[in-house]
């Protein structure tokens, strides 16, 4: 029994070869769940890997520079110009904490991606050490940019206004 013909075709064999049968996924739980960690992984380690490489830069390019090695006063040559200033000491402790903390990251993702033990693929440790490196991270900067703006009150007050707005609605915003 033929319905119509539309241009000598039968209109059931057009629908008919318009809807193919596609070829069955296989998109159970755990294959999305593994390609979703896998992704995740790669986009943690990425992202540890450029804070591991921006707070090991920032340990050398330090805030206000260094002394010069032509200076006068041989004590002083290479080292840094705020080292006697606490929001020095602040800045190189929590760029340590950051270069530390993105560094384990990257090294339990690296590992994990090699070794498939449930340890090492565990995403919850390197996400630990990532959100450390980021508190960090905000840290540095905010005391980096209190020294190198401290001559000028108005816009260091407010440096440090914004970055302890920002801290406190990430620590808010994490939970």
């Known amino acids: 029994m033929e319905l119509s013909k539309g241009a000598g075709v039968p209109v059931n064999h057009?629908?008919?070869?318009?809807?193919?049968?596609?070829?069955?996924?296989?998109?159970?739980?755990?294959?999305r769940k593994s390609l979703s960690e896998k992704d995740t992984r790669e986009a943690?380690?990425?992202?540890?890997?450029?804070?591991?490489?921006?707070?090991?830069?920032?340990?050398f390019t330090v805030p206000g520079g260094l002394y010069s090695s032509d200076d006068p006063n041989p004590k002083i040559r290479g080292t840094a110009v705020f080292a006697g200033d606490p929001g020095f000491w602040i800045f190189i402790i929590f760029n340590t904490i950051t270069m530390y903390s993105s560094a384990m990251a990257c090294g339990l993702l690296s590992v994990g991606i090699v070794n498939q033990s449930k340890?090492?693929?565990?995403?919850?440790?390197?996400?630990?050490f990532l959100t450390c490196a980021f508190l960090a991270a905000s840290v540095a900067f905010l005391s980096a940019v209190a020294l190198v703006v401290a001559s000028n009150r108005l816009l260091a007050g407010a440096t440090i206004l914004i970055g302890a707005f920002h801290y406190i609605l990430y620590i808010f915003l994490i939970k």
């Not at 943690?44 to 340990?59: C, E, P, Y």
């Open 44 to 59: 943690f380690l990425i992202v540890a890997a450029l804070l591991m490489t921006v707070s090991f830069a920032a340990g």
């Open 14 to 31: 057009m629908l008919h070869s318009q809807r193919q049968p596609q070829p069955e996924k296989d998109t159970s739980d755990f294959q």
């Open 119 to 128: 340890l090492t693929r565990n995403i919850h440790f390197p996400h630990l």
